[in-house]
């Protein structure tokens, strides 16, 4: 019987250059010494996707390596970033012509350099993806953190990344320990839904059967932000894992706390894929209620579970087509709710994970947690990026 192939994803360092509202991590870095090796990275099973993700990714100078380990074991790979290190995104692409690029922009100039807490964030970002198109290269995108900040700005983004023929990657906020955050959440939910309303009018009206799939991905955002239900099922560490930069198998990045199959620095892939341990967080995967709608875990169910998507989008095409009717927010009851008054803000703000007391598990080593006692995470990086300079000079 033939190999079965997974969908990974490799947290390759807890180090960030940017400063995002959304996102604590920069805060919480991992030591470099202790970040994934190459080695731990062989153990790796065949996979037919693999996400390398952060942290910022490029901060590590041995990616290139990496790259070239994951290849010989996985069909497709695609790197998110902030886009800061063109240089090294360029280089990196030069030498794997077929590696997916995904920016994170989270809005137009100005608030973009806002979200991400860098100045000249936008600039970086929007520099580095049009370096790549004037290479040609072939797999490139944007991905945007839908929030309040920046709905406004989804579909002229979107348009933006039209023209470039781009990929156009959403998601919305999001509580974990991944992202060292548990206070986020969406305060004009009727506003941000009728920007995803905008949205999906414009992928269901292109003729690319790919972004009729987008636009469900964007139905489900609507409904994950009113609190609500998957609107698949969730089938992490089935068949889809992430691995941290301490070499921990963890079924997701969504839940509160770290969750753990096993190690892969002490363990083979056989011994940690069938241990107890790694059924006990299956088990808790299936009763889990965070009903988180992120594209890691997503983009699997929608494969699995085909026929649902399918029949929304033929649905979708054929109201469009043959009635004239475009998509509408509405068709969601629990939006119609709220609009009625039946649901209150307060109730549905029960819904999210948000919880403003929570402490949050950042999923750090001891030794990692041990250097921020005499100095900050945003220390710590930058005397480590201002390092790499000084030697190398690139960016
Ligand atoms: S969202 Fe990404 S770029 Fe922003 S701080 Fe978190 S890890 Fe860094
Ligand atoms: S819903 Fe799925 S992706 Fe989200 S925390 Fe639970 S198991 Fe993880």
Redesign the pocket.
């Known amino acids: 019987m033939a190999e079965k192939k997974l969908n990974g994803t490799v947290i390759v360092t807890y180090r960030?250059?940017?400063?995002?509202t959304?996102?604590?991590?920069?805060k919480c870095p991992s030591k470099p010494e202790e970040e994934l090796s190459v080695e731990t990275i062989k153990k790796l099973p065949k996979m037919y996707f693999t996400n390398i993700t952060?942290?910022?990714p490029f901060i590590r100078e041995d990616l290139p390596d990496i790259v070239r380990e994951l290849y010989k074991k996985s069909d497709r790979i695609v790197i998110s970033t902030?886009g800061f290190f063109t240089d090294r995104i360029i280089k990196l692409c030069e030498e794997f012509p077929n590696v997916g690029i995904r920016i994170?922009i989270e809005g137009l100039e100005e608030t973009n350099n806002k979200i991400?807490?860098l100045d000249d964030g936008f600039n970086k970002g929007y520099s580095t993806l049009k370096k790549l198109v004037e290479m040609k290269h072939p797999d490139v995108g944007f991905g945007m953190?839908v929030q309040d900040a920046n709905a406004k700005d989804l579909v002229e983004l979107y348009k933006l990344s039209d023209e470039l023929n781009m990929e156009f990657a959403t998601a919305s906020l999001h509580n974990s320990f991944y992202?060292v955050e548990a206070k986020n959440i969406i305060h004009d939910r009727p506003m941000v839904a009728k920007e995803f309303e905008k949205l999906i009018n414009e992928l269901l009206k292109s003729n690319s059967p790919k972004k009729w799939f987008r636009a469900y991905f964007n139905h489900g955002l609507i409904n994950y932000i009113y609190g609500q239900k998957r609107l698949l099922p969730c089938d992490m560490a089935f068949d889809t894992f992430f691995i941290d930069p301490y070499g921990d198998v963890m079924p997701c990045n969504g839940t509160k706390d770290k969750e753990i199959m096993g190690n892969l620095n002490e363990q083979t892939w056989e011994e940690l894929w069938n241990s107890e341990k790694a059924e006990r967080v299956r088990n808790k995967v299936r009763h889990c209620d965070r009903q988180c709608w992120m594209i890691g875990s997503v983009s699997p169910a929608m494969h699995k579970y085909i026929w649902k998507p399918a029949w929304w989008v033929f649905r979708h095409k054929f109201l469009k087509f043959f009635k004239q009717n475009k998509y509408s927010m509405y068709e969601n009851k629990i939006v119609r709710d709220f609009k009625d008054g039946k649901v209150s803000k307060e109730q549905l703000d029960k819904c999210s994970t948000c919880d403003m007391n929570c402490v949050v598990n950042n999923g750090l080593s001891t030794a990692s947690l041990e250097q921020l006692k005499n100095k900050t995470g945003e220390e710590i990086v930058n005397a480590d990026i201002e390092k790499q300079f000084k030697n190398f000079g690139d960016n």
Do not use: Q
Request: charged share 20%; proline share 0%; glycine share 16%.
């Open positions: 960030c250059n940017a400063r995002c959304m996102c604590n991590r920069y952060g942290g910022e902030n994170s991400r807490g953190t992202f």
